[in-house]
T-cell receptor, first 113, second 115 residues
Framework: KQEVTQIPAALSVPEGENLVLNCSFT??????LQWFRQDPGKGLTSLLL?????REQTSGRLNASLDKSSGRSTLYIAASQPGDSATYLC????????????FGEGTQLTVNP | NAGVTQTPKFRILKIGQSMTLQCTQD?????MYWYRQDPGMGLKLIYY???????DKGEVPNGYNVSRSTTEDFPLRLELAAPSQTSVYFC??????????????FGEGSRLTVL
């Protein structure tokens, strides 16, 4: 059974700092990996999607990498801003699970002005 | 663009009552999903559908039912509400093919309390 772990569970940083969020998964036979942002009381917003054949994806100040063989992905946020404060979740879609995704429990990020 | 729309946003039920959470998407996506999210926890898959007329169980299907009569709609029914079903429910959709395939789009959630 696929298990997804996100470390740390919570992170507090000063504005302007570069930071890395980690996601690990136990079964490397994945179809893709997706990073989401969730604001309090809101739904999930897709940030980046990495297909299994890709190593990284970039969008603005965000960069996500994928290392299938080691079962790890990182989300790098450059020059963090208070507006980046949210919970960040990663989810993996397995090759053999039909269309199901397995989610991590998220990292709650606070960026202090 | 509306994307994925869920109704109601909030609901309080008494134990034993029944209700349906509505979900509709206007992106012509094949795949639709229902997740529940409990405080401090990740999302757990309840049911999913790969197309009209096809549904399948996820991790936590007990106490729920779904149907998929059209591509757009994927309602989730709670038959006999229990306090353990107090949660935030999210509907999501994705397309089977295209670029990028598999990207998941979420509704804003339905917060359900069972007393």
């Amino acid at each position: 059974k696929q298990e997804v772990t996100q470390i740390p569970a919570a992170l507090s940083v000063p504005e302007g700092e570069n930071l890395v969020l980690n996601c690990s998964f136990t079964d490397s036979a994945i179809y893709n990996l997706q990073w989401f942002r969730q604001d309090p009381g809101k739904g999930l917003t897709s940030l980046l999607l990495i297909q299994s054949s890709q190593r990284e994806q970039t969008s603005g100040r965000l960069n996500a990498s994928l290392d299938k063989s080691s079962g790890r992905s990182t989300l790098y946020i450059a020059a963090s801003q208070p507006g980046d404060s949210a919970t960040y979740l990663c989810a993996v879609k397995e090759e053999t699970s039909g269309s199901r995704l397995t989610f991590g429990e998220g990292t709650q990020l606070t960026v202090n002005p | 663009n509306a994307g994925v729309t869920q109704t109601p946003k909030f609901r309080i039920l008494k134990i034993g009552q029944s209700m349906t959470l509505q979900c509709t998407q206007d992106m012509n996506h094949n795949y639709m999903y229902w997740y529940r999210q409990d405080p401090g926890m990740g999302l757990k898959l309840i049911y999913y559908s790969v197309g009209a007329g096809i549904t399948d169980k996820g991790e936590v299907p007990n106490g729920y039912n779904v149907s998929r009569s059209t591509t757009e709609d994927f309602p989730l029914r709670l038959e006999l509400a229990a306090p353990s079903q107090t949660s935030v429910y999210f509907c999501a959709s994705s397309r089977r093919q295209g670029n990028p395939s598999g990207e998941l789009f979420f509704g804003e959630g339905s917060r359900l309390t069972v007393l």
